[in-house]
T-cell receptor, first 114, second 112 residues
């Protein structure tokens, strides 16, 4: 069964460093998403991406964040200068269409900012 | 209350019993979805119910949706120890594109 894959599974970084979280969405999906889940809290939407551009973003997704689809398979989330409060589990998701919006999630990348 | 709130927050039952979890939300929705999350793992999609549907079944899962009360319930019948996980409802609002808004989740423990 096709699945969304995320790498790395765990990323440790120093405050102020840049990190790139990588995702390979399901191959025939057109819509891509990033969510995050701070430990013990609910899953929060960050950004959605379609047709090589951001279609929607939340108030969390400030100038420190960016997304990119550098090739036909990868979808990345970059945090330019990490803060302690960026420590969370980051989930990538993809869906086939917006109308049939079943979002399939990856296993997540745990980001620890020290 | 916030969009997508589940109750109870935690539920502990014996294997073979049924588990019912509830979700309330605030805005008009296109659909409501239930996801499962095993500890420290990713989210697994369970079932989607559209705003014009009232009930949906999938295996041992039964989901109801009452748009007049802005609430949904997830029933897991004949529970198994492997059903132990956190369960989240997530709504796709009519006015917010395709983003999903998740609730706080219900932690279900099924004791063997």
């Amino acid at each position: 069964e096709p699945e969304v894959t995320q790498t790395p599974s765990h990323q440790v970084t120093q405050m102020g460093q840049e990190v790139i979280l990588r995702c390979v969405p399901i191959s025939n999906h057109l819509y891509f998403y990033w969510y995050r889940q701070i430990l013990g809290q609910k899953v929060e939407f960050l950004v959605s991406f379609y047709n090589n551009e951001i279609s929607e973003k939340s108030e969390i997704f400030d100038d420190q964040f960016s997304v990119e689809r550098p090739d036909g398979s990868n979808f990345t989330l970059k945090i330019r200068s990490t803060k302690l409060e960026d420590s969370a589990m980051y989930f990538c998701a993809s869906s086939e269409t917006a109308a049939k919006n079943i979002q399939y999630f990856g296993a997540g990348t745990r980001l620890s900012v020290l | 209350s916030q969009q997508g709130e589940e109750d109870p927050q935690a539920l502990s039952i014996q294997e073979g019993e049924n588990a019912t979890m509830n979700c309330s939300y605030k805005t008009s929705i296109n659909n409501l979805q239930w996801y499962r999350q095993n500890s420290g793992r990713g989210l697994v999609h369970l079932i989607l119910i559209r705003s014009n549907e009232r009930e949906k079944h999938s295996g041992r899962l039964r989901v109801t949706l009452d748009t007049s009360k802005k609430s949904s319930s997830l029933l897991i019948t004949a529970s198994r120890a492997a059903d132990t996980a956190s369960y989240f409802c997530a709504t796709e609002a009519k006015t917010s594109g395709s983003r999903l808004t998740f609730g706080e989740g219900t932690q279900l423990t099924v004791n063997p």
